[in-house]
């Protein structure tokens, strides 16, 4: 396929300084969002995080701010909040049936004065559900009537003609972002918790992958504090770079690596008959075999190694985790 040459002109240098206003215009929207929260978000952040067991979250809007309530309610589900998005319109043609008494309603609104949005609050405080609105006008008739207030409000849209829903959806998504990640914390979701709800994917690799699932635990490079330089060069030839050195009782006492037998020929001519305890890196960095593999990954792409000893907490050798291994099995 020919590839598709765009010459500079005057035009395009306009084309690039409208995208850069619209980024502008939203930062700056954001910085003044993010001014604003204060103990309202801290009561939104209540409100669903102490929800009884069972209850749900859930987050309605219309037009463009239903799609950012489809988007808000995906990411509380995903980071342990369950939530579904329910249609102001069809929540009156039976849909109702998805709210409980215990659940709490987000409603997500620029005008705040949707009859449609108006009309679900109505139906879900006739069940005594405590709402939250995300409203870019906080002296709106959804905003005097909902628990719970965060303001979305912006000073205009990016689009030219301030019509285009731009930055007022900006502003409500991250506020929703805001919300659930702040939830996130108060309930002490954890990277395993993540993993747990996202088995599939890249993700699900590198949360569900642990050292142990990729460790190798049979015939290990192992040699006693007594060896001697020649044994363990043939150990670092055949076992893939790494030999480990372990005391009289099988604990670990230190490692040598490839790189430490390189650097020590540079200084020594005769080198075979050396004890392996006058060479090695003594107690080194490890790995644990329920560790994540992506922590183990970091270490060793942080300190420049290729393998790490798994040991017990009585630093007693269970194998050994190579940054390849690791790298094949999808971790990083």
Not at 133 to 139: C, D, K, N, S, T
Not at 147 to 156: F, G, K, P, T
Not at 197 to 225: F, K, N, S, Y
């Amino acid at each position: 396929m020919t590839a598709i040459k765009v010459t500079a002109s005057p035009v395009s240098g306009e084309v690039v300084e409208r995208g850069r206003a619209v980024i502008r215009k939203e930062r700056e929207a954001l910085a003044r969002v993010e001014a604003r929260i204060g103990d309202q978000f801290v009561q939104a952040v209540a409100l669903i995080a102490t929800a009884r067991a069972g209850s749900r979250v859930i987050v309605a809007g219309v037009g463009k701010s239903g799609h950012v309530a489809r988007k808000l309610a995906a990411t509380l589900t995903s980071t342990g909040t369950p939530a579904t998005f329910l249609h102001p319109v069809d929540s009156v043609h039976g849909d109702l049936g998805l709210v409980g008494r215990n659940d709490v309603a987000i409603l997500i609104s620029k005008s705040g004065e949707s009859g449609e949005v108006l009309a679900l609050l109505e139906h879900v405080q006739r069940f005594g559900v405590r709402t939250i609105g995300i409203l870019g006008a906080p002296a709106s008739t959804l905003a005097r009537h909902c628990d719970v207030i965060l303001d979305a409000s912006v000073e205009e849209e990016a689009c030219p003609h301030d019509l285009a829903p731009t930055t007022s959806t900006t502003a409500a998504l991250a506020l929703g972002d805001a919300l659930a990640v702040a939830v996130l914390h108060e309930k002490g979701f954890r990277r395993e918790d993540f993993a747990r709800l996202h088995p599939g994917g890249a993700i699900g690799r590198q949360l569900l992958t642990r050292v142990e699932d990729v460790m190798l635990r049979e015939d290990l490079p192992l040699l006693p504090r007594s060896a001697t330089m020649r044994e363990a060069v043939v150990q670092l030839a055949e076992r893939r770079g790494i030999v480990m050195v372990v005391d009289s009782e099988g604990a670990l006492a230190g490692v040598i690596t490839a790189g430490d037998l390189t650097r020590l020929m540079e200084r020594e001519r005769e080198f075979f008959d050396m004890p392996v305890d006058g060479v090695m890196t003594a107690r080194p960095r490890t790995a644990q075999r329920d560790e994540l593999g992506s922590a183990a990954v970091y270490r060793m792409e942080h300190h420049g190694v290729m393998a790490l000893p798994v040991v017990d907490a009585d630093r007693r050798i269970e194998g050994v985790v190579h940054l390849h291994d690791l790298l094949r099995a999808g971790v990083a």
